[in-house]
């Protein structure tokens, strides 16, 4: 099977530019993460849904930041207007059922400067 | 919430010496606990995890782990360290009703030959 596949795998870009992140979750999968890694913070829970449905985005830094699940095989994240603070990695994973094991994609690594 | 703490930023073991990483979680009920590893530029792989049953449980690349609920702790080891496990070890603990996780700041391992 397909592993849950992230795109683009690298972006740099220039503060102010609009970022999308895109992913692709396990085939069968219903719960889909967005996850941010920073040395500062670590691994940071940024939003989940659960059937294409957002449970829980109190992780979302602020306004810029938005995400979204139009079908069970694709999710977007979105920065607008981007800052060089945010870069950093950010990993879409997913998982089948309640507390079931959570797969990882190998992450976008966006460079904002 | 559930939290996690990793005690260990870093860690140096010789080649062929045992491990141990500590992990200690809060959680008010029955947590699900993972072990997760990340390579350099690489995404987290599940090492292994524990639901419920037997507390010792046996995970991929000769790793084991221990639930202890007394001490609220769940420690990797690993009895010989092979110079392919140096990486970031990252602990997670997640809700036994949903899937959110929630990781530790991660124990970098180093091994020396």
């Known amino acids: 099977d397909a592993g849950v596949i992230q795109s683009p795998r690298h972006e740099v870009t220039e503060m102010g530019q609009e970022v999308t992140l895109r992913c692709k979750p396990i085939?069968?999968?219903?719960?889909l993460f967005w996850y941010r890694q920073t040395m500062m913070r670590g691994l940071e829970l940024l939003i989940y849904?659960?059937?294409?449905?957002?449970?829980?985005d109190s992780g979302m830094p602020e306004d810029r930041f938005s995400a979204k699940m139009p079908n069970a095989s694709f999710s977007t994240l979105k920065i607008q207007p981007s800052e060089p603070r945010d870069s950093a990695v950010y990993f879409c994973?997913?998982?089948?059922?309640?507390?079931?094991?959570?797969?990882f994609g190998e992450g976008s690594w966006l460079t904002v400067v | 919430a559930q939290s996690v703490t990793q005690p260990d930023i870093h860690i140096t073991v010789s080649e062929g010496a045992s491990l141990e990483l500590r992990c200690n979680y809060s959680y008010g009920a029955t947590p699900y606990l993972f072990w997760y590893v990340q390579s350099p530029g690489q995404g987290l792989q599940l090492l292994l995890k524990y639901f419920s049953g037997d507390t010792l449980v046996q995970g991929i690349k000769g790793f084991e782990a221990e639930f202890k609920r007394s001490q609220s702790s769940f420690n990797l080891r690993k009895p010989s360290v092979h110079w392919s496990d140096a990486a970031e070890y990252f602990c997670?603990?997640?809700?036994?009703?949903?899937?959110?996780?929630?990781f530790g700041a991660g124990t970098i391992l180093r091994v020396k030959s």
């Open positions: 997670a603990v997640g809700a036994s009703y949903g899937n959110k996780l929630v």
């Open positions: 994973a997913s998982s089948r059922d309640s507390g079931n094991t959570i797969y």
């Open positions: 849904f659960n059937n294409n449905v957002p449970i829980d």
């Open positions: 085939s069968g999968h219903n719960s």
